[in-house]
């Protein structure tokens, strides 16, 4: 699903708002609508030691109150709709959705009378990682990206291996 | 089928006229060593209620013929049957005689009744299903406070902490001590064994796997081994020890994972640090070895497509396993951890025969239940027939006891994966019969695999042309959360449960599929 | 003119009220009228209390040689009484402007109605009287008209039952305080409470002491000092609002009227150890009366024994100002009577003010039950404001009254010290730790009181339905005023108040009291002092920044209102929120040893093989420790007792002929020794 | 307590420089293939369309449509054509626009 024009440009305004008004603290709150856990388990060590997330300025909330960022993983299991609505709703403004993994990205799950198969169909998304599952590195530059402090590689990708000697480098 | 193909994969299958069906069940219920691991039905043109046995020697499979959607209430002489008979009756309208009530497991409230109840609320948006839909709406699960009572219900979740899966719990307490527990999964349905329906065992994988991502080993073999069984074929035992190196890292992650988890719950911060510097050095360990931090995409029905890269194993292994080591001891040393876990969330050997309980949680009690122990059908690709697993026990049934075994069973992880190194992985495939299923295995088959979480199960019937008519996935979750709540009401207050519950280590993903 | 001139027209007053009600029957118009009267006599007898403060105790007057009373009727008004006048009359003004909208006209309210101005004057009688043999008519009077005023609605058991408690336990109260007054008019040959005091050095001091115990013990019943309290849990849920509003506001009063009326008039013992009695009696029952509330769903049971708590306090309020004067202490001593005192006052509005306002509350929503309330502030919203303020008053925050009452109270209990004895200053120090518990308490109590019924969802229907139709706001507002008035005019009030004390311990403390400054110096000057005035104004301008705040800010925050954040749940339930008894749960498990609750828990799943989840039902019962052993073994001898003196009363005309005989004989023998 | 001090002085610091610099443990974690046109011929394209289990891959005639959102990086392209497909090693594909996700890849291939 590709969004329209003036979603990607209040996307970039939005993301420009976060990036002005909360500058380097910026709470995250997660939405689990249907993964397999494993996402969720990528999730929770961005905490640990290894990946440090508070060291970026980032932070976990379990209220959305509080919450700048919702990361949602999951194929948006339509029993889910409800909740997740609830979730976006109850954040405050300017908020930023990122969209996580395959099956929140619509890779796994095709669209049928259990999933919605890709979050944009329940929440407006502004950001979208790629993996199955993302991996904490990925995560990372995803939310770098989602508050505009990392430059996004993807346009620039062609997945095109140039030559045929030795391109796996 | 013939029994002794049967027998050869270490199933025994049996057909029960619905008619003796209470009585057998009750007698099974009864024999030691036998253990009511799952139950599940079948549509056709008469729609099939299977019960699978764990007993010593194997497995055994009662098929039973059903009329008229009702069969003998099974819950009362086996406790265990409870779960599937509520999962039956929302597939398949199929419900046990008794007028007992039926609690709502996967399809959610609003998926309604295809038929409106009798002067109930209308109809709403059928969900497809295995079979037919209930007549009437199974019932919610809830624990109405009274007013008259003293106790309230606080609700908890879908949405709960941070990197937590979606699960509602409706925790009735009177304040302090928790009087009553009740989980709501169907956030979580995915309608995986729905989905599996008219694919090929191969392309069935890609979804089998992610019905639990962390015990994709664990749900894939035992899937692929269930097509197997079905198709009649064996993997290369190479392949096997493959499957099985895959599966004890697998189990070395997760209980890493729970330890961290249970650090969390308890508030202990470097202790938990401590454990995600274990479990983040594991699964980087996986990455290297089998190009998958989760260990996805290793088991193919037939065989293993990837194969670890043994350098890197036997290098990095021993470090990552020695940080959790450290944590362990250090934790063990901790009073205040340790004090915490201690006579939590306790359960009874009783109870957890009663509710046929498996994994750490079960042996945590002192059954030494391990489907890893089931040695049979050696040509079927077990490749414990070769190296025996030395399962770990415990007899308090608390917390710590659960902690204990995982520990354990995390250090036997370790030396059997060294064995399995030593007698060469590889990753061959078998090569499956697309036609025909029928001839070598009779098209329909058993697997199992011992997850981190216990016991999985699989059963597939193929049709001619290898497509699966019915496939089963039964994940240690759908068994062990039935034993959470009820660990949860052994006398414990509020702030236990999240220690309950990093101690059983369940997925709701694998619960609800 | 003197003021207790003004009371004769408050008496007279509610004399006609009382007539007029007991004519009226249903006639609406008759009611009015008799409410009206009953609110004018409230307004003379409250500026009759509060010139008395100002004036002094007035002579005594000796109104009709021989009355009914068997005695010359005496009246008087002292400046202590005066307190109590005043506090009578206010809640006579408030009840009498509540009761017509209260009380749906029919024959009974008008009996009522009678019944209710008669135990007022009764009242009056009781604060005005200038002689023991008035004093004691009057009691009992009150106790009577109280009695039905319970017994408003006598069809149902429970009624009689409580309104029962009330009498007996008032009887045997009445007799000790008859025993009391008899000693000491025996030994000082006198009726009249003036000479009373004056002949005191006449009374022997084993005398005294015997005379002080029998009034504390025969008072303590009214006033509800544990473990004679039994009787205010029972009656003032079943009278109806007003009524339980008069018991608790004015009734029970009488009861530390009394005390006080001994332990500074009648006759000061000597030695501090009456002080240290009363003082830990008022303790003990300030910190039982608000762990029992803690239990209570009922509104109004829990009311009850919140004023056993208040009650409490006030007495040791007044033992330790007995103790400080046997130590010589006199400022000091003065300072706790005119705290305990100003208690009083405070005490006596907002309690009623809650009583009438439970009323409300169980007319608009069918129930007293707290568990079967909830969401009332948006169906009741302005009983909901008063009931804050009054709740505000209660739990002793600032700025109301309570707070500054029991602050005085425990700043003249921490001046224990300088009573130089070391075990008396612990104990005191004892007891103001005690009512340190029972302040923390009652402020867990009280939000537990207004938030359960007034916040959150409506747990049942009759919750969800309650609508304010014609509710009696104007009562319930004007003590609202009041608890608002004493808060603020404190100092004012305090500096009246030392007057009090000035005409009953001989020290003034108006010096100290520094009304000029709006200051409060607790009777020593180097130990603290404080403002109420200026702190009321002090936390108006703080809550007044956060608003400015937000009116400053509100601009750039564009407001977007969301349904509260539930989880993510498909929708509340009622029962998901805290109940008053879980709220309280803590506490059951804390003071285990007190409540030796007995909890039983019935699981549809521990039944159920399966262990299908099911209905859940939780009870955890307190026992009644003082019902079950103190009073039910009582009970018991009693009617063994009778079952033995049955025999005497034979209905034979020749026994009974041969009892007068006997007796004759016994008088003649007597009458030769 | 003073035990876990003294565990964390002796661990050291493990935490990642990334973003600032690059991680190693990157090099490890599976990846989105990418492909080589010249050795993609229309049959090798649609046996990799049939044989991607997400639907990441579609062939509109000579373009390959490569989904990398969609993409589980299963490696059952790599395992299907190896000769044209392999790892792209590329992780960092956090994106602010979907249809930047949508490559499409020539085919080149001589069938």
């Known amino acids: 699903m590709s969004p329209s024009q003036d979603e990607t440009e209040t996307a970039r305004r939005l993301r420009e708002a976060i990036a002005r008004q909360f500058g380097r603290s910026l709470h995250i709150r997660t939405l689990d609508t249907g993964s397999c856990a494993v996402c969720e388990q990528e999730i929770r060590l961005l905490s640990a030691p290894h990946y440090d997330l508070h060291r970026l300025g980032f932070f976990f909330t379990p209220a959305p109150r509080h919450a700048d960022l919702l990361l949602v993983t999951g194929p948006a299991i339509r029993a889910f709709d409800v909740a997740a609505r609830k979730t976006y709703e109850a954040m405050p403004g300017p908020k930023v959705v990122v969209a996580t993994g395959a099956c929140a990205l619509g890779g796994v799950y095709p669209a049928d009378p259990f999933v919605h198969g890709n979050v944009g169909e329940v929440l407006p998304i502004d950001v979208w990682i790629p993996g199955c599952p993302p991996s904490p590195l990925a995560l990372l530059q995803g939310l770098g990206v989602a508050v505009g402090r990392l430059a996004e590689k993807t346009p620039g990708l062609t997945f095109i291996a140039a030559d045929p000697m030795g391109s796996e480098t | 089928m013939t029994t002794e193909a049967q027998a050869a994969q270490g199933t025994v299958t049996k057909t029960v006229p619905a008619a003796d069906l209470e009585r057998v069940t009750a007698d099974l219920a009864k024999t030691p060593g036998a253990r009511l691991a799952d139950m599940f039905a079948s549509d056709g043109e008469v729609p099939t209620l299977r019960l699978v046995w764990a007993l010593e020697s194997g497995y055994l499979v009662t098929e039973t013929e059903i009329e008229g959607d009702q069969y003998p209430a099974l819950s009362d002489v086996a406790p265990a049957a409870f779960v599937e008979e509520c999962e039956i009756y929302e597939q398949f309208g199929i419900r046990p005689v008794t007028g007992k009530p039926l609690n709502r497991l996967m399809l959610p409230p609003h998926a309604g009744p295809a038929r409106g109840v009798p002067g109930g609320r209308p109809p709403g948006p059928t969900l497809p299903r295995l079979g037919h839909p209930p007549a009437r709406p199974p019932e919610d699960v809830h624990a109405p406070h009274t007013v008259g009572g003293q106790a309230f219900e606080f609700p908890f979740g879908p949405v709960r902490q941070v990197g937590a899966e979606s699960l509602y719990y409706g925790l009735v307490t009177s304040g302090e001590e928790v009087v009553d527990v009740y989980l709501f999964t169907w956030h979580k349905h995915r309608g995986v064994e729905w989905r599996l329906r008219g694919r090929t065992p191969g392309q069935a994988m890609f979804f089998a796997e992610r019905a639990e991502g962390l015990s994709a080993v664990a749900v894939g073999w035992a899937f692929a081994a269930a097509a197997e069984a079905a198709l009649g074929v064996a993997p290369p035992p190479a392949a096997g020890r493959t499957r099985a190196v895959a599966l004890e890292l697998e189990r070395l992650y997760n209980h890493a994972a729970a330890t961290a988890a249970l650090c969390q719950a308890t508030g202990l911060t470097v202790g938990q640090s401590a454990a995600e510097i274990a479990l983040e050095r594991l699964l980087r360990v996986n990455a290297a070895a089998f190009g998958h931090r989760y260990l996805f995409g290793v088991v193919e029905p037939g065989g293993a497509t990837r194969t670890p890269d043994t350098d890197v194993l036997r290098r990095d292994l021993p470090g990552a396993y020695g940080e959790l080591r450290r944590a362990a001891d250090a934790l063990l040393g901790t009073n205040s951890f340790v004090d915490r876990l201690e006579a939590c969330g306790i359960l009874t050997a009783e109870q957890a025969r009663r509710l046929g309980l498996v994994g750490p949680v079960a042996r945590a009690t002192g059954i030494a239940a391990d489907a890893r122990l089931n040695a049979s059908a050696p040509q079927n690709g077990n490749p414990y027939v070769g190296h025996p697993v030395m399962v770990a026990t415990a007899e308090d049934g608390d917390v710590f006891a659960r902690f204990q075994v995982m520990l354990a069973e995390a250090a036997e992880s370790v030396r059997l994966i060294g064995e399995f190194l030593d007698a060469g992985t590889a990753a061959e495939c078998a090569a499956l019969p697309v036609k025909g299923a029928a001839e070598a295995g009779g098209g329909s088959g058993l697997g199992w695999a011992e997850s981190s979480r216990g016991e999985v199960l699989a059963w597939v019937a193929l049709d001619e042309d290898g497509r699966i008519t019915r496939a089963r996935l039964r994940p240690g979750s759908v068994r062990n959360w039935r034993g959470f709540d009820d660990a949860c009401r052994s006398q414990n207050v509020f702030t236990d449960i999240p220690i309950i519950e990093a101690s059983f280590w369940l997925t709701a993903a694998g619960m609800a599929r | ?673 | 307590m003073p035990l876990w001090f003294a565990r964390g002085l002796r661990r050291g610091v493990v935490t990642t420089r990334y973003p600032a610099r690059p991680d190693e443990s990157a090099a490890s974690l599976p990846t989105p293939p990418a492909f080589r046109p010249d050795r993609l011929t229309r049959e090798a394209a649609d046996r990799l369309v049939a044989v991607c289990p997400s639907r990441a891959l579609e062939r509109r005639d000579d373009l390959l449509v490569f989904d990398v959102g969609a993409c589980t990086a299963c490696g059952r392209c790599a395992r299907a054509a190896p000769s044209a497909v392999n790892a792209s090693e590329e992780f960092e594909l956090a994106t602010t626009d979907r249809s930047a996700l949508i490559k499409k890849i020539p085919i080149r291939g001589d069938a």
Not at chain 3, 156 to 168: D, I, N, P, Q
Request: hydrophobic content about 55%; glycine content about 10%; overall charge positive.
């Open chain 3, 1 to 673: 003119m003197n003021p207790l001139e003004v009371l004769y027209g408050a008496g007279g007053a509610w004399l006609v009220a009382a007539l007029t009600g007991l004519l009226a029957g249903s006639w609406k118009a008759g009611l009015r009228a008799s409410c009206a009267l009953s609110a004018l006599g409230g307004a003379a007898a409250t500026a009759a209390g509060g010139w008395s403060l100002v004036y002094g105790n007035t002579r005594v007057v000796t109104a009709g040689a021989a009355t009914i009373t068997g005695g010359p009727v005496q009246l008087q008004l002292t400046s202590l009484a005066g307190v109590f006048v005043a506090l009578l009359g206010v809640v006579a003004v408030a009840i009498a402007w509540y009761a017509p909208r209260y009380h749906e006209p029919s024959r009974g309210t008008g009996l009522y109605l009678a019944a209710y101005n008669v135990a007022v004057l009764a009242c009056l009688g009781v604060l005005a009287a200038g002689g023991m043999v008035t004093f004691l008519v009057a009691w009992e009077t009150m106790s009577l008209a109280c009695y039905l005023v319970i017994l408003r609605h006598p069809r149902s058991g429970e009624t009689a039952r409580g309104a029962f408690w009330f009498l007996a336990l008032s009887e045997i109260g009445f007799l000790l305080v008859v025993a009391a007054f008899v000693i000491l008019s025996a030994k000082t040959h006198a009726t009249q409470l003036d000479v009373i005091a004056a002949r005191g050095q006449l009374v022997p001091g084993g005398w005294r002491a015997a005379a002080y115990l029998l009034a504390l013990s025969g008072f303590g019943f009214k006033a509800g000092l544990v473990p004679l309290h039994v009787w205010l849990p029972e009656a003032h849920p079943v009278a109806p609002a007003d009524g339980s509003a008069f018991l608790s506001g004015v009734v029970v009063k009488l009861g530390a009227y009394g005390i006080a009326l001994f332990a500074f008039r009648l006759d000061p013992v000597a030695g501090s150890w009456p002080g240290l009695v009363t003082m830990g009696a008022g303790a003990v029952s300030a910190a039982i009366g608000i762990l029992y509330a803690l239990r209570e769903r009922d509104i109004k049971r829990f009311l009850a024994f919140s004023t056993i708590e208040n009650t409490g306090i006030i007495v040791t309020a007044f033992g330790a100002a007995m103790i400080f004067h046997s130590y010589r202490l006199f400022a000091l001593s003065a300072f706790l009577l005119i705290a305990g005192l100003y208690h009083v006052a405070n005490h006596g509005c907002y309690k009623t003010l809650l009583f009438l306002e439970a009323g409300v509350v169980e007319h608009a929503a069918g129930t007293r039950d707290m568990d079967r309330l909830g969401g009332l502030v948006h169906r009741l919203p302005r009983s909901a404001v008063i009931a804050f303020i009054g709740t505000l008053g209660i739990a002793a925050l600032p700025p109301l009254n309570g707070f500054v009452s029991e602050w005085l109270i425990f700043q003249g209990l921490f001046q224990g010290f300088r009573t130089g004895s070391h075990l008396t200053a612990i104990l005191i120090v004892l007891a103001a730790a005690t009512l340190g518990l029972t302040g923390g308490l009652a402020i867990y109590a009280f939000v537990r009181g207004f938030g359960i019924p007034f916040l959150g969802m409506p747990r049942t229907r009759q919750a969800a339905d309650a609508r304010e139709t014609g509710q009696p706001v104007a009562g319930p507002a004007l003590l609202a005023v009041a608890c608002a008035a004493l808060a603020v005019g404190a100092p004012v009030v305090l500096a009246a108040l030392s007057r009090t004390a000035r005409t009953v311990t001989g020290t003034s403390l108006g010096p100290l009291l520094l009304p000029g400054k709006l200051t409060v110096i607790p009777a020593h000057t180097d130990f603290s002092a404080f403002s109420p005035t200026y702190l009321a104004t002090f936390l108006a301008a703080a809550c007044a920044v956060p608003a400015l705040i937000y009116l400053a800010g509100r601009p750039r925050a564009a407001s977007v209102s969301v349904p509260v954040w539930d989880g993510g749940m498909v929708s509340f339930r009622p029962r998901m929120q805290y109940s008053a008894m879980t709220f309280s749960a803590p506490t059951r498990v804390t003071f285990d040893a007190l409540y030796r609750p007995s909890v039983s828990v019935h699981r549809a799943s521990d039944d159920d093989p399966a262990g299908r989840s099911g209905p859940v039902h939780y009870e955890a019962q307190v026992t009644p420790v003082f019902e079950r052993y103190l009073y039910r073994p009582v009970v018991r001898a009693v009617e063994w007792l009778a079952d033995f003196v049955r025999p005497l009363q034979s209905g034979d005309v020749n026994l009974y002929l041969l009892y007068v005989f006997a007796m004759i004989l016994l008088a003649y023998l007597l009458g030769a020794v």
